[in-house]
């Protein structure tokens, strides 16, 4: 099992570019979730997914689109990049519905945006 | 919604003491509450969690605590070790993705 894997690792953006931060995990899990961390405010929810073809908007969804057309992908897409956009992405997996499980994260996307 | 506040930002032992980091939420439909320790530049790891309907939960020498009336959970660490330091973060869930992390602790334990 590789887990919850996510692409690129660093990526540099000038603003008004679009791109995609990918997500796969090959653990079954039916939720996804996408994080973004900066300092001193923890991780904060951007947009969820409860399964394939589900999606929702967590605390911080402007800016973002997701999608989710399989249960292994869940990719973020950055319609415009913005400054306020630099950060760490971290994706998320669990495994259901049950809140008993913990998530499972993936290395994490560092974006800066110029 | 949910808020998760956690005390202190940051927290410095010495090698061999205990730590504490405490924990309270505001939405009396969490129950599921994990802590994560995220060490510099990596992933956030589960490290242990607690269910509404239990007190208490150790694992070697690491415990949480749940007090649901008062709406607090807390992480104890003894006998410290420099492996132990990182970042931490406290989790309040209430099931169907609805988790609120709290903004972290700090911890450094000095040899």
């Known amino acids: 099992n590789a887990g919850v894997t996510q692409t690129p690792k660093f990526q540099v953006l000038k603003t008004g570019q679009s791109m995609t931060l990918q997500c796969a995990q090959d653990m079954n899990h039916e939720y996804m979730s996408w994080y973004r961390q900066d300092p001193g405010m923890g991780l904060r929810l951007i947009h969820y997914s409860v399964g394939a073809g589900i999606t929702d908007q967590g605390e911080v969804p402007n800016g973002y689109n997701v999608s989710r057309s399989t249960t292994e992908d869940f990719p973020l897409r950055l319609l415009s990049a913005a400054p306020s956009q630099t950060s760490v992405y971290f994706c998320?997996?669990?495994?259901?519905?049950?809140?008993?499980?913990?998530?499972?994260f993936g290395s994490g996307t560092r974006l800066t945006v110029v | 919604g949910e808020n998760v506040e956690q005390h202190p930002s940051t927290l410095s032992v010495q090698e061999g003491d205990s730590a504490v980091i405490k924990c309270t939420y505001s939405?009396?439909?969490?129950?599921?509450f994990p802590w994560y320790k995220q060490e510099l530049g990596k992933r956030p790891q589960l490290i242990i969690d607690?269910?509404?309907?239990?007190g208490e939960k150790k694992d070697q020498r690491i415990a949480v605590t749940l007090n649901k009336t008062a709406k607090h959970f807390s992480l104890h660490i003894t006998e410290t070790q420099p492996e132990d330091s990182a970042v931490y973060f406290c989790?309040?869930?209430?099931?169907?993705?609805?988790?609120?992390f709290g903004t972290g602790t700090k911890l450094q334990v000095i040899p």
């Open positions: 607690i269910r509404s309907n239990v």
């Open positions: 939405d009396s439909a969490s129950n599921y």
């Open positions: 998320a997996s669990s495994p259901g519905q049950d809140p008993d499980y913990g998530y499972t």
């Open positions: 989790a309040a869930d209430g099931g169907y993705q609805k988790v609120t």
